[in-house]
Nanobody
Framework: QVQLVESGGGLVQAGDSLRLSCAASGRTFSTYAMGWFRQAPGKEREFVAAIKWSGAYSYHSDSVKGRLTISRDNAKNSVYLQMNSLKPEDTAVYYC?????????????????WGQGTQVTVSS
């Protein structure tokens, strides 16, 4: 069982930066691939980025590549999403998720555990 708690969301202006954190419970955190997803009002949950259990490989969606970066610290049981050059279209609830087996995936139904989400609002 893995419990995930996101933090770091807020209201910012276009062009600003934010760093989201996701703290995980459980001693097997390092065996899970981790992902970040987002969901805007009226839209489906969208893949943002994922990182392999070891941190050696990560994958980002085309819409965020070069602006948002996923990373992890297994010693701290944490995964992060550094968000730079934010745009109003980045406004959404951001969720972190854990996937057993260690390999990255982009589909939400491939993930086993989810956090409660943190709101990011970017004003123009």
């Amino acid at each position: 069982q893995v419990q995930l708690v996101e933090s770091g969301g807020g209201l910012v202006q276009a062009g600003d930066s934010l760093r989201l954190s996701c703290a995980a419970s459980g001693r097997t955190f390092s065996t899970y691939a981790m992902g970040w997803f987002r969901q805007a009002p009226g839209k489906e949950r969208e893949f943002v980025a994922a990182i392999k259990w070891s941190g050696a490989y990560s994958y980002h969606s085309d819409s965020v590549k070069g602006r948002l970066t996923i990373s992890r610290d297994n010693a701290k049981n944490s995964v992060y999403l550094q968000m730079n050059s934010l745009k109003p279209e980045d406004t959404a609830v951001y969720y972190c998720a854990a996937r057993g087996g260690g390999a990255v995936a982009t589909a939400p139904d491939r993930y086993d555990y989810w956090g409660q989400g943190t709101q990011v609002t970017v004003s123009s």
